[in-house]
């Protein structure tokens, strides 16, 4: 089975999971890392997920993965926070934290600089646009942007 067929099929299990549980489902991805496979399951609510969170997903996922044995490869199963400094991936996280400090990192500099941190302005027609702290706005391709994530402001 492709990659892509195993995120989505995990991904459609755990969807059930998280809505009967006023959770969201925030990204699946199934990866190699050295000689080892994970499936990783990421979960947000308001106010951020704990502990018993990840624990009641994993166990309802896992008891469906283990049913339904539609993974050939051994894997590890981890569901978890997107963590405070989230990469932001989705459109609609671009609407949900608008307003927010982002760090944008860039494939190619502009003036030299690679990285710009600002208030999300937000997403339209695929350019991410922040106000800089000293009220300068910048817009830049999607395609130009190698991450935009949440910056965490002490």
């Avoid at 308001?46 to 996922?61: A, P, T, Y």
């Avoid at 490869?73 to 926070?81: G, N, P, W």
């Avoid at 989230?86 to 003036?111: H, S, T």
């Amino acid at each position: 089975m492709k990659v892509k067929d195993i995120v989505e099929k995990t991904e459609s299990y755990a969807a059930e999971i998280v809505k009967k549980l006023s959770l969201e489902l925030v990204e699946t991805e199934y990866v190699k890392e050295g000689s080892d496979r994970f499936l990783r399951v990421y979960i947000d609510k308001e106010g951020g997920v704990g502990i018993n969170d990840c624990e009641k997903v994993s166990r309802e996922l896992e008891a469906i993965l283990d049913k339904e044995d539609f993974i050939e490869e051994a894997y590890t199963l981890e569901v978890s926070s997107p963590g405070l400094d989230r990469i932001l991936k989705k459109d609609f996280e671009y609407i949900k934290y608008k307003g927010r400090q982002v760090i944008v990192r860039l494939y190619k500099a502009i003036d030299k600089t690679k990285k710009f941190q600002g208030e999300l302005i937000g997403l339209e027609d695929r350019v991410i646009s922040i106000k800089t702290e000293d009220s300068q706005v910048f817009s830049f391709k999607r395609e130009d942007v190698a991450v935009c994530r949440l910056a965490v402001v002490l």
